[in-house]
Each structure stands twice: as structure tokens, then as C-alpha cells.
């Protein structure tokens, strides 16, 4: 049974472009939420998808976008990149529609985003 | 806002000691649920165990325990017997059920800790 995938594993953008990045949930859970860790840091919660509606959202600016489709995959979109956007970036999904501590969270390996 | 603080950057020790990391955390909620979660050099959280703020029972999962004092906003994880696939980064992460607005955050987590064990 395949986890949470990501795609792709590692990219590298100059400041100013965009980049989009790609999660396919595990089987059977239907709600995907984004994380950033930057290096020596934990993970920051950006968004959460159920319902392909953004439904909670972190102290993120609006240059970070997302999407979730019919399939209840789901894409991060980051526009007008800044340096400090440089981080991994972790998706993970969970099943029973909005988060909570009662369910389990699947984390994928994460996207490596390097910006120069 | 809840904050998670991890006060050890780094721990090292033996294969087959025992190990205790360090969590605090603040909240003004009543309803919540912690975490332990390891991050291989793979890269991918894995959780380890959780806790319900409700249950007074610490939880356990096998070599994996932890030290729940609601009143002090302490959350340890104790690793029996470790092993050197134990080592990894291991992050202690809240959830809280908000009240005003509902919904919640997402996880919220400390900066981490690097557990080495040594051969």
C-alpha cells in the first residue's frame, strides 16, 4: 500500500519564479494538509485541503496556493520566490474530513525547494 | 497561540540505554493532543506515540513511553533499550481544538531534537 508521494524530491528556482509542487495522499484518506521546515526547524503548517477547498490556512502570505482535486490529490503553489522560501516542504493526509489530533497524520518524504 | 519547546538541540548515548527527551509546551486550551514524531535522514515523519490531554494514563507504544504532567505543560518521551535505528530527529507537536472560529492550525512543533546512538 503506497504512502503519502511527493513529487519532485528535489528542485532548485531562481528568486522571482514560481514552482509547484505535487502530492498524491494515501489510499483511503481523503484530506491533505502542507507543511514547511525550513533547515534546523520544525515543520510550519500552511494550509489544509478537504472537499478541494482550502479549509484552514497557517500565517502564510498569499504568494502560497494550493489546489486539491477530484482524486483528493493535491499541489502547493509558491509564486514570486523569495530566498527564504528555501526549505523542505512535507504533505500529509489524513482521512474523516478536517484534522484532528484523533487522526493519523501520513507524512510523505517531502520536496526539497532550493531557491537561489 | 500555543508554543512547543524543545530545550535539547542534540543527545547522544549507548546502544541499549535508556534516553529521555525533553518537551514543554503552552496553551490555553483544555482539549488537545500531543505527539513524538521521528524524521529519519529519509526525511519522512513518522509518528511515534500520542497523547490525549484528557487521558491521565501515560501512553505507551513497545521501547516508546512518555511522562505527561498536564499541570507542569510537560510532555517527555522515554526510549527503552535504544537502538541504532533509533537515531534520528524527533519532534514533539501539539494539536489543539480551538474554540473561537473552530478548527485548528494544523500541528504545531518544537525546533527538534537530534538523538544519536552510539554503537
Known amino acids: 500500500d503506497a504512502g503519502v508521494t511527493q513529487s519532485p524530491t528535489h528542485l532548485i528556482k531562481t528568486r522571482g519564479q514560481q514552482v509547484t509542487l505535487r502530492c498524491s495522499p494515501k489510499?483511503?484518506?481523503?484530506?491533505v494538509s502542507w507543511y514547511q521546515q525550513a533547515l534546523g526547524q520544525g515543520p510550519q503548517f500552511i494550509f489544509q485541503?478537504?472537499?478541494?477547498?482550502?479549509?484552514q490556512r497557517g500565517n502564510f502570505p498569499d504568494r502560497f496556493s494550493g489546489h486539491q482535486f477530484p482524486n483528493y490529490s493535491s499541489e502547493l503553489n509558491v509564486n514570486a520566490l523569495l530566498l527564504g522560501d528555501s526549505a523542505l516542504y512535507l504533505c500529509a493526509s489524513s482521512s474523516g474530513g478536517l484534522y484532528s489530533g484523533a487522526n493519523v497524520l501520513t507524512f510523505g518524504a517531502g520536496s526539497r525547494l532550493t531557491v537561489l | 497561540a500555543q508554543t512547543v519547546t524543545q530545550s535539547q538541540p542534540e543527545m547522544s548515548v549507548q546502544e541499549a540505554e535508556t534516553v529521555t527527551l525533553s518537551c514543554t509546551y503552552d496553551t490555553s486550551e483544555s482539549n488537545y493532543y500531543l505527539f513524538w514524531y521521528k524524521q529519519p535522514p529519509s526525511r519522512q515523519m513518522i509518528l511515534v506515540i500520542r497523547?490525549?490531554?484528557?487521558?491521565?494514563q501515560n501512553a505507551t507504544e513497545n521501547r516508546f513511553s512518555v511522562n505527561f504532567q498536564k499541570a507542569a505543560k510537560s510532555f517527555s518521551l522515554k526510549i527503552s533499550d535504544s537502538q541504532l535505528g533509533d537515531t534520528a530527529m524527533y519532534f514533539c507537536?501539539?494539536?489543539?481544538?480551538?474554540?473561537?472560529?473552530?478548527?485548528?492550525?494544523?500541528?504545531?512543533f518544537g525546533k527538534g531534537t537530534h538523538l544519536i546512538i552510539q554503537p
Open positions: 497523547q490525549e490531554a484528557y487521558k491521565q
Open positions: 485541503y478537504y472537499e478541494e477547498e482550502e479549509r
Open positions: 489510499s483511503g484518506h481523503d484530506t
Open positions: 507537536a501539539f494539536w489543539g481544538e480551538a474554540y473561537s472560529g473552530g478548527g485548528a492550525d494544523g500541528l504545531t
